[in-house]
């Protein structure tokens, strides 16, 4: 199948194909003599499996461990099971990093009443401080992890 027909059939735009095939998630596609690449059932299998690991917001890092895992079997799963008890603990982090944003933009959203000029708006002039250690940056370091806060975003 051509490059189009994969993107309809994986719901993935072109260009999200053609990036996944130079960071690697999926084999280059043969290239007929006219220079059209030709996928194969099997790329639309991995890009299937890439697209539902995204779905899940895990990173390319991950993604491509658990490729690995997929192409070269192990003779268990503990390691596709430390990467998911990894993944969920990213994501419990992230959760308690967006609770603490949500409480500091609600304690932020208290020094405004709606019924002042901008110019006078105690959201505007809170903003204007500097701002003190983040608080996501505060359950990291507590978590004892090196998860980098953000680093799911697609």
């Known amino acids: 199948m051509k490059i189009g027909e994969l993107a309809n059939r994986t719901g993935c735009s072109v260009e999200t194909i053609?990036?996944?095939e130079r960071e690697g998630l999926l084999p280059p596609a043969v290239r007929t003599a006219g220079n059209y690449r030709q996928y194969s059932e099997a790329h639309l299998e991995r890009l299937?499996?890439?697209?539902?690991?995204?779905?899940?917001?895990?990173?390319?890092?991950?993604?491509r461990s658990l490729l690995r895992l997929r192409d070269q079997p192990e003779p268990d799963c503990?390691?596709?099971n430390d990467l998911i008890d990894d993944h969920i603990h990213h994501v419990e982090v992230r959760i308690q990093e967006l609770t603490d944003l949500r409480r500091q933009l609600t304690e932020l959203r208290q020094h405004c009443s709606g019924k002042v000029s901008s110019d006078a708006c105690g959201i505007i002039r809170e903003l204007e401080q500097p701002a003190g250690p983040s608080a996501t940056r505060e359950v990291c370091s507590h978590a004892g992890h090196d998860h980098v806060p953000g680093a799911h975003k697609r």
């Open 78 to 80: 503990c390691q596709v």
């Open 48 to 63: 299937t499996f890439v697209r539902h690991c995204r779905s899940l917001d895990m990173t390319q890092d991950e993604i």
């Open 18 to 20: 053609r990036y996944y």
